[in-house]
């Protein structure tokens, strides 16, 4: 079905408490584990009918942040969501502890049963009032960074127009149009600081409420971390700041080269040439096309992937002035259908859509008909190494979208790869601070901020622009829509850099290993899907150091 043809339906809440209940009975009162798993068939049932509706409404909202219905539907979900999520609990707790364990283990799977174990930690009814409260932060936050305006040139942006006049070849655009960026989330600044200090009481005492003395341990259960610790992220972040961060500045060092400036500010965020940064030659519509080729070529898997994709209306990538920021893959199970939403603005973002976002959706493409649906559930960690990795699998179709800079934009592509490990660990590094010192006020945070961008980011003029060296958080979502997220994106590009050696020693067989890992899905633990893929696993000693001789001997 086309996506625009998708009817919404909001789940009325009293019908799905029932509906739950009545699941819950039915599974305590089975006398098998045949009977059981036939319930259980039931809950995949009800569970997609309430995805498919919440995700329907996020999407519809996210198009359009002004539409005043998706609004209230956001609203309502806001509100629903957690009381939904603990009657889930309720039923899937009822599994954990039924006397059917073992044979509902082999059917279903020890990662999901791990699951559970973490959210009965993670969960509790007495905390649903502060859930709801964290969900309409979270939208309040995201109506306000979509609302943002930027004047600059007698035209107005958002955050997702602007970005072409921030990577301009020329410097004194760059500056202005970096100005014109700083002036607005300076004026929203205080509005930021006001949500996230009440998201961080909100969560710090979510975790009091159910046992911890911070929301650390917390946010690690809420992700899912079911096969590593904290004690695994802090050795990761150690090897990136001993062997990642000065290579990064070996590179950066030969970027401000390449520019021809005697510092990098945050004025060259994202700049790599100074005739220009390559940008994709087609309009959006012939982006898409050209993506199709390109899968067309890739295989046959991904053929059929890309052409259900278009053929369904599976795409809202333009950008829009009252779109919500940032790109994603959403998933709608009662369609079986993967989503993508983006931003265009024509720059090689665009690109890195059909290739990241695809990376997502294909995977999830190869799982739709997956019957054991707990198979198909991903640690993040995991889900990311399907989208990093497909943007070097797609490499040899560059020319496709940059025609002659295609060599370019792949060298471009390769050295921004690179040098978002560091940046990424500065994300992640600062949430374990803020969550574990949660009486900082606004003004210690940013300070938090600059000392790590001096430690992860030392090649960078932080006194050109003191508002963005304290405040640049602000405007990455994932800080306040999914603490402890980032992280995921750094595992996952160590990943995809792996396959990225691999591919350059022999295609065929990382694509069939790439494949191999797509297709296991969630059916083992993260620790150990990667070996049966060929890959490393990123906590292990002088891993980094290995692979950087690799990728940049």
Excluded at 360 to 373: G, S
Aim: glycine share 6%; aromatic share 12%; with cysteine.
């Amino acid at each position: 079905m086309k996506f625009s043809e998708m009817p919404y339906e909001r789940v009325d809440r009293a019908w799905a408490e029932d509906a739950y209940r009545d699941l819950i009975a039915r599974s305590a009162a089975a006398k098998s584990a045949a009977e059981q798993l036939a319930v259980h068939k039931d809950y995949y049932d009800l569970s997609a009918t309430i995805e498919t509706s919440l995700t329907l409404a996020t999407i519809r909202h996210d198009i359009d942040t002004a539409d005043p219905f998706y609004a209230a539907e956001q609203e309502y979900w806001d509100e629903t969501g957690p009381v939904l999520q603990n009657l889930d609990l309720a039923y899937t707790r009822g599994l954990y502890n039924s006397p059917f364990r073992a044979e509902l283990e082999a059917e279903l799977g020890a990662p999901f049963f791990k699951n559970i174990e973490l959210a009965m930690k993670a969960y509790d009814e007495k905390i649903i009032p502060l859930v709801q409260a964290e969900n309409a932060l979270a939208t309040r936050y995201n109506v306000l960074i979509a609302g943002l305006r930027i004047e600059f040139d007698g035209k107005v942006y958002n955050l997702s127009q602007i970005r072409p006049h921030l990577i301009d070849p020329d410097r004194s655009v760059r500056r202005r149009a970096l100005a014109a960026v700083v002036e607005q989330l300076q004026r929203a600044s205080a509005e930021i600081d006001d949500i996230y200090d009440q998201m961080v009481r909100n969560r710090t005492e979510q975790a009091r409420q159910l046992g911890f003395d911070n929301y650390v341990p917390l946010g690690y259960l809420r992700m899912q971390r079911n096969s590593y610790g904290q004690k695994e992220v802090e050795a990761f972040r150690k090897q990136v700041k001993e062997v990642w961060v000065p290579l990064t500045a070996r590179l950066n060092e030969e970027r401000r080269r390449r520019l021809g400036v005697d510092r990098l500010g945050y004025c060259d965020n994202g700049v790599y040439f100074a005739d220009g940064n390559p940008a994709p030659t087609g309009t959006p519509e012939q982006i898409l096309a050209a993506g199709q080729q390109m899968y067309s070529e890739l295989g046959p898997e991904t053929k059929e992937f890309f052409a259900f994709m278009r053929d369904n209306e599976l795409f809202d990538v333009l950008g829009r002035s009252s779109k919500a920021q940032g790109g994603y893959q959403a998933y709608l199970p009662k369609y079986r259908a993967p989503f993508i939403f983006a931003n265009f603005n024509g720059t090689d973002g665009d690109v890195n859509v059909i290739t990241h976002e695809c990376g997502h959706a294909f995977q999830c493409y190869l799982q739709r008909n997956e019957p054991v649906r707990e198979r198909t559930v991903l640690g993040m960690e995991t889900a990311e190494i399907h989208s990093m990795s497909m943007e070097y699998f797609t490499y040899r179709w560059m020319e496709l979208f940059f025609g002659d800079k295609a060599d370019k934009y792949r060298a471009m592509h390769s050295e921004d790869s690179i040098d978002f490990l560091p940046y990424g660990c500065m994300v992640d590094e600062f949430q374990h601070i803020v969550y574990s010192r949660p009486e900082l006020t606004p003004a210690e945070r940013r300070e938090v901020w600059r000392g790590l961008e001096k430690q992860y980011r030392p090649h960078l003029d932080l006194d050109a622009e003191p508002f963005l060296a304290g405040a640049f958080w602000q405007k990455q979502g994932h800080i306040f829509q999914m603490p402890f997220y980032y992280i995921d994106y750094c595992l996952a590009t160590a990943c995809a850099m792996q396959f990225k050696v691999r591919m350059d020693a022999d295609y065929p067989a990382a694509w069939a290993d790439y494949l191999k890992l797509c297709k296991l899905g969630g059916r083992d633990f993260y620790t150990d899907l990667l070996p049966q893929a060929g890959l490393r696993v990123p906590f292990e000693d002088g891993f980094l150091a290995d692979l950087a001789k690799k990728l940049c001997p």
